[in-house]
């Protein structure tokens, strides 16, 4: 069975860093699109990174030059790096994903799967 | 940046209505977008996907349609779990972006 677990969520302080991990299971994310999109209280969604199966990666221009996507293979791991916070990056995080490559249908840019989210809160 | 708008931003209705939210593209997306519906406190759930493909296991009185810059989700005869927070995609562009959303609401 497929299944995402984020962690590393918790409480920063305005300009701090901390970085979000999503274990993934069932799949191999080396293989997958992997993407991070976050919610902010009672607000909408909004995409922040994509991380392809060949590495290339994308940024929403929000979290561009503060946000870092990468992934461990050995792990089976993607992560999301965060640094110079803003109180306006407060939102629960999920990883998310579709695992079915189709150049056709385009189904592998979206999600499919999702993570049950982690917590950032940005504050002093 | 592709910028994706929706409308009505809330929407109330009753049970065994027809409902039809709109999405638009500020540039053509071709049909290059999805739907999701989030309930509160959960991730959210694709629906249909390429403007207007089916996802596995979504009730049949859920439809999509269109092209280019507007696109519309439809549910025909509407039941108490349908009452959510629906969001469309687009996938054109290697930047995604998400509309605002849409909450149906019971009337």
């Known amino acids: 069975e497929l299944q995402l677990v984020e962690s590393g969520g918790g409480l920063v302080q305005p300009g701090g860093s901390l970085r979000l991990s999503c274990v993934a299971s069932?799949?191999?994310?080396?293989?997958?699109?992997m993407s991070w999109v976050r919610q902010a209280p009672g607000k909408g969604l909004e995409w922040v990174s994509v991380?392809?199966?060949?590495?290339?990666?994308y940024y929403a221009d929000s979290v561009k030059g503060r946000f870092t996507i990468s992934r461990d293979n050995s792990k089976n791991t993607l992560y999301l790096q965060m640094n110079s916070l803003r109180a306006e990056d407060t939102a629960i995080y999920y990883c998310?994903?579709?695992?079915?490559?189709?150049?056709?249908?385009?189904?592998?840019?979206?999600?499919?799967?999702w993570g049950q989210g982690t917590l950032v809160t940005v504050s002093s | 940046d592709i910028q994706m708008t929706q409308s009505p931003s809330t929407l109330p209705a009753s049970v065994g209505d027809r409902v039809t939210i709109t999405c638009r593209a500020s540039?053509?997306?071709?049909?290059?977008l999805a739907w999701y519906q989030q309930k509160p406190g959960k991730a959210p759930n694709l629906l249909i996907y390429?403007?207007?493909s089916l996802e596995s296991g979504v009730p049949s009185r859920f439809s999509g349609s269109g092209s280019g810059t507007e696109f519309t989700l439809t549910i025909r005869s509407l039941q108490p779990d349908d009452f959510a927070t629906y969001y469309c995609?687009?996938?054109?562009?290697?930047?995604?972006?998400f509309g605002q959303g849409t909450k149906l609401e019971i009337k």
């Open positions: 998310a994903t579709s695992p079915n490559y189709d150049i056709f249908t385009g189904y592998h840019h979206l999600f499919a799967y």
């Open positions: 069932g799949f191999t994310i080396s293989s997958n699109y």
């Open positions: 991380m392809y199966s060949g590495e290339t990666t």
């Open positions: 540039q053509s997306i071709s049909n290059w």
């Open positions: 390429q403007a207007s």
């Open positions: 995609q687009q996938y054109h562009s290697a930047l995604y972006s």
